[in-house]
T-cell receptor, first 112, second 112 residues
Framework: GENVEQHPSTLSVQEGDSAVIKCTYS??????FPWYKQELGKGPQLIID?????GEKKDQRIAVTLNKTAKHFSLHITETQPEDSAVYFC???????????FGTGTRLQVTL | DAGITQSPRYKITETGRQVTLMCHQT?????MFWYRQDLGHGLRLIYY???????DKGEVPDGYVVSRSKTENFPLTLESATRSQTSVYFC???????????FGPGTRLTVL
């Protein structure tokens, strides 16, 4: 089955700096790669996703890049703000039944 | 209100007791999922359902039972709770076709 690895597990950046979170996946059949943000006490919420026919996608301060050959994808947050502090999860679809396999999460802390 | 809800939000039970966690969605999404979230493991899939009366095991199904008699409801039952089932449980739904999963607010379960 699919295996998704995520690094780093914790990340601390100063406000205004950029943050990068990286994930690798094992199943070459995966085609859908979402990123979720989870705030304390809440369920994960989709912030951006990318499909295998696209190499990069951007939404304001957030961007995701995908390298299908190397089987890795990354989340880039620019001009970080305190409200970006949360746990971020990457995921990859398993190719069947809309299932997702999640990475183990990255706790991002944006300091003033 | 539209969306996905879970109840109860918090539950304390004792080992050996049966407990049922409820999940309800108002979008008529075909797919529904149950995850558990534990530190260091991210989100792990317990069971999922592609439609009413169709369920299948995920990564960590042992000790859990699900049913789906109606499209909008997907209860998760722990038939005889164990301490290792202490966790935060999230329900999610998706329209399918490799699309976004929408998560509920979670249920924090403690088994004493």
């Amino acid at each position: 089955g699919e295996n998704v690895e995520q690094h780093p597990s914790t990340l601390s950046v100063q406000e205004g700096d950029s943050a990068v979170i990286k994930c690798t996946y094992s199943d070459s059949a995966s085609n859908y790669f979402p990123w979720y943000k989870q705030e304390l006490g809440k369920g994960p919420q989709l912030i951006i996703d990318i499909r295998s026919n696209v190499g990069e996608k951007k939404d304001q301060r957030i961007a995701v890049t995908l390298n299908k050959t190397a089987k890795h994808f990354s989340l880039h947050i620019t001009e970080t703000q305190p409200e970006d502090s949360a746990v971020y999860f990457c995921a990859a679809d398993t190719g069947t039944a809309s299932k997702l396999t999640f990475g183990t999460g990255t706790r991002l802390q944006v300091t003033l | 209100d539209a969306g996905i809800t879970q109840s109860p939000r918090y539950k304390i039970t004792e080992t050996g007791r049966q407990v049922t966690l409820m999940c309800h969605q108002t979008w008529s999404h075909s797919y529904m999922f149950w995850y558990r979230q534990d530190l260091g493991h991210g989100l792990r899939l317990i069971y999922y359902s592609a439609a009413a009366d169709i369920t299948d095991k995920g990564e960590v199904p042992d000790g859990y039972v699900v049913s789906r008699s109606k499209t909008e409801n997907f209860p998760l039952t722990l038939e005889s709770a164990t301490r290792s089932q202490t966790s935060v449980y999230f329900c999610a739904s998706s329209p399918g076709g490799g699309n976004e999963q929408f998560f509920g607010p979670g249920t924090r379960l403690t088994v004493l």
